[in-house]
């Protein structure tokens, strides 16, 4: 293949984009504002589950795809950042999914002893240590003979004056980029604790912005959380942390002493509509590519998503 790649976004989607393509045989240059490190991605639980995403009839096939290749790295944790965690999603049931829970092995009703009110979900999914995952998809990638650049983009067309294709991978800077106004922030809060001893993870979501939900990650415990569509404050509110470990500690009461290590805020890149995916023809021949508003769910629609964009780069 001739010709360069540029991919726009440096967390998850963007890097796991640049990776396949660059597999392919692109030349990929990904620019970021920020390290990949510093991104949304690296706030992320971790958890595989389709979750704040839409449109539901494309995203069973996308975090399929995701749950295929994240199974593969399992048995690699401490470089790949993926392991297998089983959990309970509460009130949820399996008639409520759509077609891809079929595909997900073990996925059954949890018992009253693994759930007491009995109207939860019981699954061995892959949860993923974002950073860690990040900095192994970095090198990845560099191995494929791409590199990240720190730099923004100030429109598609500055990138398009370098390259013959260009992938948008920006997330919520797709507001801007691309003058894309169904895009909007939907933040979410987190305590960092030291794990008591939890050794599954659990998440209950709320219709309101409250949900909650305990990750165990290595050396730590991720507790939550929030979901407050169309709000960008990044600074942590003690009151909101005071809540969220109250009620990760009415499940698993161990967690009201563990030691607080920390506080993660992150925004979610959600869109009207769902995500966007899709080619279009730029003038002079050029080839933009947007891969972007995946929501909650970036980590768990990643692989799919990017194999697409490989497609549709091909198209």
């Known amino acids: 293949m001739n010709g360069e790649t540029i991919v726009l976004g440096g967390g998850v989607i963007g890097l796991t984009s640049a990776v396949v393509l660059a597999e392919a045989g692109r030349r990929v240059r990904l620019w970021s504002p920020e390290e990949p490190e510093a991104t949304t991605s690296a706030v992320a639980g971790g958890l595989w589950w389709p979750y704040r995403i839409e449109p539901e009839e494309r995203v069973g096939l996308w975090a399929l795809r995701s749950l295929e290749v994240y199974a593969g790295l399992v048995d690699r944790p401490e470089e790949t950042g993926a392991r297998l965690v089983s959990g309970v999603h509460a009130a949820t049931r399996r008639e409520e999914l759509g077609g891809w829970a079929a595909e997900v092995d073990g996925l059954r009703a949890a018992t009253a002893a693994e759930y007491a009110p009995g109207d939860g ?78 050794d599954t993870w659990f998440t209950r979501t709320g219709t309101g912005a409250e949900s909650t939900y305990f990750i165990p990650q290595p050396g730590r415990l991720l507790l939550g959380g929030t979901a407050e569509a169309g709000a960008d404050a990044l600074e942590p509110d003690p009151e909101t942390a005071r809540a969220i470990v109250a009620r990760c500690a009415q499940l698993r009461p161990e967690i009201a002493g563990a030691r607080i290590l920390g506080h993660r805020v992150g925004l979610r890149p959600e869109r009207a509509g769902g995500v966007r995916l899709e080619r279009e023809e730029l003038p002079g021949g050029g080839v933009l590519v947007h891969n972007y508003g995946h929501g909650g769910a970036g980590v768990t629609v990643a692989w799919g998503c990017a194999r697409e964009v490989a497609g549709l780069v091909d198209a």
Not at 152 to 168: K, Q, R, Y
Request: net charge positive; proline share 6%; glycine share 12%.
């Open 121 to 198: 979900l019981w699954a061995r999914l892959p949860v993923l240590d974002m950073p860690t995952h990040l900095r192994w998809l970095r090198r990845r990638l560099e191995a494929a003979g791409g590199h990240v650049e720190r730099r923004a983009a100030g429109s598609p067309a500055e990138a398009a004056a370098e390259a013959g294709v260009v992938v948008n991978c920006t997330g919520l800077g797709a507001a801007r980029l691309v003058r894309d106004a169904g895009v909007r922030p939907v933040r979410g809060q987190l305590v960092v604790v030291e794990n008591p001893g939890v």
